[in-house]
């Protein structure tokens, strides 16, 4: 890796690449950060990939800072991140060792996108959508049953963007992929605020960059985006008419829907 100075803005594909060429299975967002940063998802990445197992010890500080052509200051930071983050525990005797992986914030947007990134595999999509099933379709009645008529605009104007989104990423393909998956983060997102639950306001927050990356995953293999159109439009339809169960059921088979598809193209765990 290039040698820069630590902690100024540098984009930092590269580097990523470097570590996990020929493992790309679709593109990966930008990663434009400190040095720091880059260097705390590198070694997250290859945390959470396997690479260092639970119960490893991480090569010393010195030879980080060979491999990345940082200081030690950077590798402190970074490894500071990734401890503040479960992945990993320092200790004076034993050194910096990866935990187990039920010590991880598996919630830690990182985390999850580290996660995803490093091997899309079933286990971590199925356990993404069970947790959504456990609060979205919920989110719904409640945003059905409690909403506004200005949260109701909301949804309106969050669905028609994702319509539009939609529409031009089936006339001009993967460029627009990523207007795609937000403007759906996006509606999904406007709908759990809309419940005015804050528990589910917080769980939404904390999974957003999971959410991002698998529903860019889904817009890349989509074989029937109006299909899928079809379903946001259903939820949203059930949600501004106030139908509360309807509204539910909905998201409910939305969700289904989206897991199913994202399943065909996950590798097992």
Request: hydrophobic share 45%; glycine share 4%; proline share 3%.
């Amino acid at each position: 890796m290039e040698r820069h100075r630590d902690d100024r803005p540098v984009t930092a594909r590269q580097a990523v690449q470097d570590v996990y060429e020929g493992g790309v299975m679709f593109e990966r967002e930008p990663v434009v950060g400190t040095m720091t940063a880059q260097v705390a998802k590198i070694v997250g990445m290859r945390i959470v990939s396997g690479e260092f197992a639970p119960g490893d010890v991480l090569p010393v500080e010195s030879e980080l800072c060979s491999a990345y052509g940082v200081s030690r200051t950077t590798i402190r930071e970074a490894i500071k991140q990734l401890a503040g983050k479960r992945l990993i525990e320092v200790s004076p005797k034993i050194g910096t060792r990866v935990l187990p992986f039920s010590d991880w914030n598996l919630l830690d947007r990182d985390v999850l996108a580290w996660r995803l990134n490093a091997q899309f595999d079933s286990k971590i999509v199925e356990d993404i959508f069970e947790m959504r099933m456990c609060f979205e379709p919920r989110a719904s009645f409640l945003a059905a049953r409690h909403g506004s008529d200005e949260a109701f605009q909301l949804i309106e104007r969050r669905y028609a963007e994702l319509a539009t989104a939609y529409t031009q990423t089936a006339e001009r393909g993967n460029s627009d992929i990523r207007a795609a998956a937000d403007a759906n983060l996006e509606f999904h997102m406007a709908i759990i605020t809309i419940s005015q639950n804050g528990m589910f306001i917080t769980i939404g927050n904390a999974i957003k960059a999971a959410l991002r990356v698998s529903s860019e995953m889904m817009q890349r293999q989509a074989a029937q985006p109006s299909e899928d159109l079809a379903l946001h439009d259903a939820v949203r339809h059930h949600i501004v008419s106030r139908q509360a169960d309807a509204a539910a059921s909905a998201m409910t088979r939305l969700l289904q829907s989206s897991r199913d598809r994202m399943l065909r193209y996950t590798v097992k765990p």
